[in-house]
């Protein structure tokens, strides 16, 4: 789950020259789905329209629940991991096709830092962390047995999936909730509304620039939770995520694990970090940034500078044996997003 970002519309800081949208009223809205709390900020002519739009935004990301949930029994994952091993392909619906094939190509242009069949890894990682105790080794080395992204073929003629070997599961939580928030800013547009931001938990999609501004300004969320953010980022048609350990961790026998896990060690990561990534799309800047973190910083820079067109990033490394302070590294285009502080 990456890190919580702070969206705020600030007309005043940034004003530009009036517009044709200069009449419409900003309507805020928050709904719990995909297990999680999604905000959407609209700008509409009236409650009516901005009632009905952001309605069937919501309905657009419950739907995409039922599709790309592991947690669900019924979805539509769950019921293609259910035939793992089995020699079966399994029919895809679009929206599972397109997010199982970005997730594939991310998988292979990472050499498996991003990894979608990882469930069974993360699985057993919910419960160490619960448990605060290590899987056992050959826990973790049976688990790991059923993980591999080559095992995942996927068809793109047919538009099916085959999971290879007995046990896989499927984890799209890097990368589905991406996908929603821009599935749903393409049904606010459908709908008559251009200026729209939706932040499902910290990934951060935003449409046209709010009336009277130049973007939305949106607060980088810090390395540690207890502080405030110190830099900002002045956004529009772009989408944002930070990706990290700040929130959700655990201490074991004195070392500090994230909830992301390296699918080359089964575990948690040990690096005290952050990723923001920014991108054209959300469902690139959820993925990448969790992808960025596994890779680390020299790898996980040179990867979006050379390989990933339209995204910048930031990383952010904790204070470390020899390193008292953090240390923090950007890719060379990120400062052109930067707002300044709010006042």
Same mark, same amino acid.
């Given at each position: 789950? &990456?890190?919580?970002?702070?969206?705020?519309?600030?007309?005043?800081? /940034?004003?530009?020259?009036?517009?044709?949208?200069?009449?419409?009223?900003?309507?805020?809205?928050?709904?719990?789905?995909?297990?999680?709390? /999604?905000?959407?900020?609209?700008?509409?002519?009236?409650?009516?329209?901005?009632?009905?739009?952001?309605?069937?935004?919501?309905?657009?990301?419950? $739907?995409?629940?039922?599709? !790309?949930?592991?947690?669900?029994?019924?979805?539509?994952?769950?019921?293609?991991?259910?035939?793992?091993?089995?020699? $079966?392909?399994?029919?895809?619906?679009?929206?599972?096709?397109?997010?199982?094939?970005?997730? $594939?190509?991310?998988?292979?242009?990472?050499?498996?830092? /991003?990894?979608?069949?990882?469930?069974?890894?993360?699985?057993? +990682?919910?419960?160490?962390?619960?448990?605060? %105790?290590?899987?056992?080794?050959?826990?973790?080395?049976?688990?790991? %047995?059923?993980?591999? +992204?080559?095992?995942?073929?996927?068809?793109? %003629?047919?538009?099916?999936?085959?999971?290879?070997?007995?046990?896989?599961?499927?984890?799209?939580?890097?990368?589905?909730?991406? /996908?929603?928030?821009?599935?749903?800013?393409?049904?606010?547009?459908?709908?008559?509304?251009?200026?729209?931001?939706?932040?499902?938990?910290?990934?951060?999609?935003?449409?046209?620039?709010?009336?009277?501004?130049?973007? +939305?300004?949106?607060?980088?969320?810090?390395?540690?939770?207890?502080?405030?953010?110190?830099?900002?980022?002045?956004?529009?048609?772009?989408?944002?995520?930070?990706?990290?350990?700040?929130? %959700?961790?655990?201490?074991?026998?004195?070392?500090?694990?994230?909830?992301?896990?390296?699918?080359?060690?089964?575990?948690?990561?040990?690096?005290?970090?952050?990723?923001?990534?920014?991108?054209?799309? !959300?469902?690139?800047?959820?993925?990448?940034?969790?992808?960025? !973190?596994?890779?680390? &910083?020299?790898?996980?820079?040179?990867?979006?500078?050379?390989?990933?067109?339209?995204?910048?990033?930031?990383?952010?490394?904790?204070?470390?044996?020899?390193? &008292?302070?953090?240390?923090?590294?950007?890719?060379?285009?990120?400062?052109?997003?930067?707002?300044?502080?709010?006042?």
């Amino acid at each position: 789950m &990456p890190l919580h970002l702070l969206p705020l519309a600030l007309a005043t800081a /940034f004003a530009i020259a009036p517009d044709s949208h200069a009449d419409l009223d900003r309507f805020a809205f928050s709904e719990m789905l995909m297990g999680m709390q /999604f905000r959407v900020v609209v700008y509409a002519p009236d409650e009516q329209s901005a009632n009905r739009a952001v309605s069937a935004a919501f309905r657009r990301i419950l $739907q995409l629940n039922t599709v !790309c949930s592991d947690y669900e029994a019924d979805s539509e994952l769950s019921r293609l991991c259910a035939t793992a091993g089995t020699g $079966q392909a399994v029919a895809l619906s679009d929206d599972l096709f397109r997010v199982l094939t970005a997730s $594939q190509a991310l998988a292979e242009r990472t050499d498996g830092a /991003f990894d979608p069949t990882v469930g069974p890894l993360t699985r057993l +990682w919910r419960r160490s962390r619960r448990s605060r %105790q290590l899987p056992a080794p050959e826990v973790l080395e049976k688990a790991r %047995q059923a993980v591999g +992204w080559k095992h995942l073929e996927i068809d793109p %003629q047919r538009k099916t999936a085959e999971l290879k070997r007995p046990g896989m599961q499927l984890d799209l939580g890097g990368i589905a909730v991406g /996908f929603a928030i821009d599935e749903a800013l393409k049904v606010l547009k459908a709908e008559g509304i251009q200026s729209a931001l939706i932040d499902g938990s910290g990934d951060i999609g935003v449409s046209d620039a709010p009336p009277g501004t130049a973007g +939305w300004k949106i607060g980088v969320a810090p390395l540690d939770a207890d502080k405030s953010p110190s830099r900002y980022l002045l956004l529009k048609n772009r989408a944002v995520t930070t990706s990290g350990d700040a929130f %959700q961790f655990v201490e074991i026998d004195g070392v500090r694990y994230s909830h992301i896990v390296d699918p080359r060690t089964g575990l948690g990561l040990t690096t005290h970090s952050s990723v923001t990534l920014i991108a054209p799309t !959300c469902i690139v800047a959820d993925s990448h940034a969790t992808a960025v !973190c596994v890779l680390g &910083p020299d790898r996980g820079l040179e990867f979006v500078e050379k390989q990933t067109p339209g995204a910048e990033a930031l990383f952010v490394l904790g204070a470390r044996d020899g390193h &008292p302070e953090p240390s923090i590294r950007e890719t060379a285009g990120f400062s052109r997003f930067q707002a300044p502080p709010v006042p």
